[in-house]
C-alpha cells in the first residue's frame, strides 16, 4: 500500500501562510488522486482538498476554498498544501491520503497552530 | 452537501461483546460508504469500503452492512485493540467529502 509522510507543520500567526509537504513511497503515485484531510484537537475528521493524477482538477471544502491551494510534483512523488490567510480555526493536525473513493493509505499527521 | 450521523457518540462495551455502530446518511448514498477506525494517537485506517468490503488486513470480526441511507459497522466480539473511535464516510456525491462525527467505543 504504501508510506506517505508529512512535514512543514508548526505555529503561524493568524493571517500567515505555511506550506505542507507530503513525500510518498510504494506505490505509483502518479495513478492516484491524493488528498489532504485535517482533525482539529479533540474534533472529526474534515475533507479539504483532492488533486487528480495528472493535476488537472482540484476540488476544495468551502471552508478554504481561495485561501489554500493542493498541488503535486510526479517527478518527485510529493503533494503539497499552501495555506495563506490562516485563520485560528484552521488549527489541526493535516493528514495527506491516497484517495480511491476511501482513503486506503494515510500519514502520521503534522500539526498546524494558527495563533497569536 | 451530504449530512453524515452517527450513533450512538459513545458506546461502552465489555472484551468479547458484540458492538453495532450506525450511520446514516442524509440522502441516498448507495453503497459508496467508507468505515475507519482511529485508535488514541494514531491515524486513521480503513476498515470497509463500499459498504461490505473489508480492506486488506482487516480481521474478519469486522463486518459491514447497509444501502441508501442506513449503515451499520459490527464488531463480532471486540478486542482490548478494538477501543477506538470509528467514523464512516460517504463518496456517493462530492465535493464535499463528508464524514460522520463519529462514535468512541469504549471499555464498559
Known amino acids: 500500500e504504501g508510506q506517505l509522510v508529512e512535514s512543514g507543520g508548526g505555529l503561524v500567526q493568524p493571517g500567515g501562510s505555511l506550506r505542507l509537504s507530503c513525500a510518498a513511497s510504494?506505490?505509483?503515485?502518479?495513478?492516484?488522486?491524493m488528498s489532504w484531510i485535517r482533525q482539529a484537537p479533540g474534533k472529526g475528521l474534515e475533507w479539504v482538498a483532492n488533486?487528480?493524477?495528472?493535476?488537472?482538477?482540484?476540488y476544495y471544502v468551502d471552508s478554504v476554498k481561495g485561501r489554500f491551494t493542493i498541488s503535486r510534483d510526479n517527478a518527485r512523488n510529493s503533494l503539497y498544501l499552501q495555506m495563506n490567510s490562516l485563520r485560528a480555526e484552521d488549527t489541526a493536525v493535516y493528514y495527506c491520503?491516497?484517495?480511491?473513493?476511501?482513503?486506503?493509505?494515510w500519514g502520521q499527521g503534522t500539526l498546524v497552530t494558527v495563533s497569536s | 452537501e451530504i449530512v453524515m450521523t452517527q450513533s450512538p457518540a459513545t458506546l461502552s462495551v465489555s472484551p468479547g461483546e458484540r458492538a453495532t455502530l450506525s450511520c446514516r446518511a442524509s440522502?441516498?448514498?448507495?453503497?459508496?460508504l467508507a468505515w475507519y477506525q482511529q485508535r488514541p494517537g494514531q491515524s486513521p485506517r480503513l476498515l470497509i469500503s463500499?459498504?461490505?468490503n473489508r480492506a486488506t488486513g482487516i480481521p474478519a470480526r469486522f463486518s459491514g452492512s447497509g444501502s441508501g441511507t442506513e449503515f451499520t459497522l459490527t464488531i463480532s466480539s471486540l478486542q482490548s485493540e478494538d477501543f477506538a473511535v470509528y467514523y464512516c464516510?460517504?463518496?456517493?456525491?462530492?465535493?464535499?467529502?463528508?464524514f460522520g462525527g463519529g462514535t468512541k467505543v469504549e471499555i464498559k
Open positions: 488533486i487528480k493524477p495528472d493535476g488537472s482538477q482540484r
Open positions: 463500499d459498504a461490505s
Open positions: 440522502q441516498s448514498v448507495s453503497t459508496n
Open positions: 491520503g491516497r484517495y480511491g473513493r476511501s482513503w486506503i493509505l
Open positions: 510504494g506505490f505509483s503515485f502518479n495513478d492516484d488522486w
Open positions: 464516510q460517504q463518496y456517493e456525491n462530492w465535493p464535499p467529502l463528508t
